[in-house]
């Protein structure tokens, strides 16, 4: 024996799912609602998803040489966080704002309440819950071939009526990712195959919702397929409610979880200001996520009864 | 509804395939035999012999020293060389008997004599098991004798034999299952009269179709015995995984599977209880799977308690590249070495010897809080909330999340993607709380 054997406590295996390849996946799953997004805004729609992917990613790498902490950009985490921030942009938006947000995300939501894992709430979406306030305009104006016009749950909130078919496909005003409902759903898709996320949160989230516009909206069926494929539901439903960091890791909170985000949406959309509401029922579930881990933990086996 | 298991468990790579198909060889050894008076769960046991003793195969070296303990029996002949600690593979030093071999297995009268289980008392059977320093061979070293006498007999409905074999590359349960099922049968049907109210069932994970099938025909004539296809999936073979599987009970870590009316014995725990019961041989044996991608021919070897490991390597052709990793046991549950001087002990189901060590190739992330630990969690348990405890040192956090629960299989610490070093933390963790409450107590 002419070398030092590895000593460790068990188990000596691991599987090869990393922080990485999860992070991999999640990009990969929102391609499709990107390529639809590029394909039907244009190529500034592509500028818009580079630069702020590339902020992002620069961002975190900036801060960490500053803060002297260890480089994580390979963990693939600001990529998605930049993807994520990218696709809830109008296609038109002027490249500075989504290099801001991309700023605040990474620095003052992930950073500097200290990295991947500890923020309290999904970078990409606070990010855009601040831009939002801030750039009211630019972030809400939305064009498609040319003509500027509103979105089909503000049309619905106007009284207007909308083509639940073309909300299907995409052919509607919107941000980049948020219009296609069939392209979010094949990423979705991937991402349930590869047991990346669980079906839990997003069929609670989109059920409630759908409960909801049902019972305090009309009792018609269009308008309830349109508030489930419109305003970002699915988008948010299945890539952001879902971020591990900021959903509850206890199944039964996952649920209690994707209930509150449907009932504080169908309160935004339908009771409050905005015709939209996913990215603040979001944030505002995020911040009680210790709270349903808590009155959620499960009981352990052969406890069960006590 | 497929085939009885329990929920949560991982699927890591199985590895069987290089040992399965390998028949037991008897290895004979050269060297001195080193006999820990530890090895079991429960008080050391005593030496009888001094230095310069002679002492024959099958004699009793080592006396149990209360009632949770076990005897050591020489499974040679030869000469006390020295009674002095000695590693052992979970790197403790433990007080043992070395014994010089004389390569004559010259045995103590009456060895392997043929009994008739029928002609025996219940009581007979239990001190026939206690004189044979029986213990659980999975990995656990529960004296087999304490097992198997419960505060009420009456209430045991349950002798569940563990042939799961979840541990990915053991075979030994495997090969013994093929190739001598009538003294598993012929074991079990032994504990089973000490049991009037119970029934026998052998689980077995359904990746073995041939021992299904060979002990499901052998066991067609038994009414009290049958055999219980299992789902393939670590830990099936653990006790309470098992349990819950066979009988749908539920054991948590405050009760005994008799408070569930059930006992658990592994296969080549059967097996020891037949031939000291019918053949009046204690347990000198036991069945270790050589394996791994650094071992030049993974082989299972019938082999004496007490060989050096270095005995097994050489026997398996020697490494056939540099190991980075030695594990007495499997992968999954096994303890890495430092050293191969060390002795086969009676829960030494496995050398395992790998080129590379996974756990140096990967480093340790952040947690993403995936929860892939809570859904894989055959206790149902939360190991996030665990880890933060065990970071902070807060015992009694730790207690709250139900961390005593844990049964330490390792599953949270396979699926993590972030590479944590979960079920390590747990273990100590569990071990000072532990500590706490026998201080308090």
Redesign the interface.
């Known amino acids: 024996?002419?070398?030092?054997?590895?000593?460790?406590?068990?188990?000596?295996?691991?599987?090869t799912?990393?922080?990485q390849?999860?992070m991999l996946d999640v990009a990969i799953a929102m391609l499709p609602a990107a390529a639809f997004g590029v394909f039907q805004f244009g190529m500034h729609a592509l500028l818009v998803l580079i630069v702020t992917v590339a902020a992002c990613v620069l961002s975190e790498f900036v801060f960490e040489k500053i803060a002297k902490r260890k480089n994580?950009i390979a963990?693939m985490?600001a990529v998605v966080t930049g993807l994520i921030l990218a696709l809830n942009m109008p296609a038109d938006i002027p490249l500075w704002i989504p290099v801001l947000g991309s700023i605040f995300a990474i620095i003052v939501v992930k950073q500097l309440y200290g990295?991947?894992?500890?923020n309290f709430m999904n970078p990409a979406l606070a990010a855009r819950c601040f831009l939002l306030i801030s750039f009211t305009g630019k972030m809400s104006s939305f064009t498609l071939d040319g003509w500027s016009g509103a979105t089909p749950l503000a049309v619905l909130k106007t009284g207007g009526s909308v083509d639940v078919a073309a909300m299907f496909i995409g052919k509607i005003p919107g941000t980049i990712g948020e219009v296609s409902v069939i392209a979010l759903l094949i990423g979705a898709a991937y991402l349930v195959f590869k047991k990346i996320i669980?079906l839990r949160i997003p069929v609670t989230y989109i059920l409630t919702v759908a409960v909801f516009a049902f019972i305090f909206g009309q009792q018609d069926m269009n308008f309830v397929l349109a508030h489930i494929c419109g305003g970002g539901l699915i988008f948010g439903a299945f890539f952001m409610a879902t971020d591990?960091?900021t959903?509850p890791?206890?199944?039964k909170g996952q649920i209690v979880f994707g209930i509150l985000l449907g009932v504080l949406t169908g309160l935004f959309r339908l009771f409050g200001g905005s015709a939209e509401g996913v990215s603040y029922a979001i944030i505002i579930s995020n911040l009680m996520v210790p709270l349903i881990?808590r009155v959620t933990?499960?009981?352990?086996?052969?406890?069960?009864g006590k | 509804m497929g085939l009885a298991t329990f929920k949560g468990g991982?699927h890591?790579?199985e590895g069987k395939e290089l040992s399965e198909n390998k028949p037991v060889q008897v290895l004979m050894p050269k060297g001195d035999m080193v006999y820990p008076m530890s090895q079991h769960i429960g008080a050391p046991a005593t030496p009888l012999v001094a230095k310069g003793d002679k002492v024959l195969a099958g004699q009793k070296i080592g006396e149990a020293s209360g009632f949770i303990s076990a005897n050591v029996i020489c499974s040679v002949s030869g000469t006390v060389k020295a009674i002095e600690p000695r590693r052992v593979a979970n790197?403790a030093m433990v007080n043992s008997i070395i014994v010089e071999n004389d390569g004559e297995y010259t045995a103590v009268e009456g060895l392997g004599a043929d009994r008739d289980p029928a002609s025996l008392s219940k009581q007979e059977i239990r001190d026939i098991v206690k004189e044979a320093g029986i213990v659980g061979l999975g990995g656990a070293g529960f004296p087999t004798h304490v097992k198997l006498t419960p505060k009420d007999e009456n209430a045991i409905e349950y002798i569940l034999v563990n042939g799961a074999e979840c541990e990915?590359y053991l075979t030994s349960d495997y090969r013994m299952m093929l190739e001598e099922p009538e003294k598993i049968v012929g074991g079990l049907n032994v504990i089973l009269q000490l049991f009037d109210k119970a029934k026998g069932v052998i689980g077995i994970e359904n990746n073995k179709p041939e021992a299904i099938k060979k002990l499901t025909e052998l066991v067609k004539d038994e009414p009290r015995i049958e055999v219980c296809p299992l789902q393939t999936k670590y830990p099936q073979g653990g006790e309470?995984s098992l349990i819950?599987a066979i009988t749908g009970r539920?054991?948590?870590?405050s009760?005994l599977p008799a408070d569930a009316g059930c006992i658990v014995d592994n296969i080549d725990t059967v097996i020891a209880v037949y031939m000291a019961v019918c053949k009046t041989t204690p347990l000198m044996r036991r069945i270790v799977t050589v394996t791994g991608d650094a071992i030049a021919n993974p082989q299972n070897y019938h082999v004496k308690i007490g060989t050096d490991f270095q005995e097994l390597v050489d026997a398996a052709g020697g490494f056939k590249t540099?190991?980075?990793?030695?594990?007495a046991?499997g992968?999954?549950?096994?303890?890495?070495?430092?050293?191969?001087n060390i002795p086969v002990t009676k829960t030494c189901s496995a050398l395992?010897c790998?080129t590379k060590?996974?756990?140096?190739?990967?480093e340790e992330?952040?947690?993403?809080?995936?929860?892939?630990c809570?859904?894989v969690c055959?206790?149902?348990?939360?190991p996030?909330?665990m880890m933060k405890a065990a970071l902070k040192g807060d015992c009694e956090a730790f207690e709250k999340?139900?961390g005593m629960?844990c049964m330490?299989c390792?599953s949270c610490?396979?699926?993590?993607?972030?590479?944590r070093?979960l079920?390590?933390a747990f273990?100590e963790m569990r071990k000072t709380v532990a500590a706490n409450r026998r201080k308090k107590a």
């Open positions: 024996m002419n070398k030092l054997l590895n000593v460790s406590s068990s188990p000596h295996v691991r599987s799912d990393t922080t390849s999860i994580t963990d985490s990295g991947l894992g500890q669980s591990y960091v959903s890791i206890t199944p881990e933990l499960p009981k352990a086996f052969g406890k069960e | 991982v890591p790579y790197g990915p309470r819950n539920k054991v948590n870590s009760m540099q190991p980075e990793k030695l594990i046991g992968p999954m549950m096994g303890m890495a070495l430092f050293d191969l395992t790998f060590d996974e756990v140096a190739a990967y992330t952040p947690c993403i809080r995936c929860g892939k809570v859904s055959p206790s149902h348990i939360v996030v909330k999340v139900n629960e330490e390792g610490t396979y699926v993590c993607p972030a590479k070093p079920t390590q273990k």
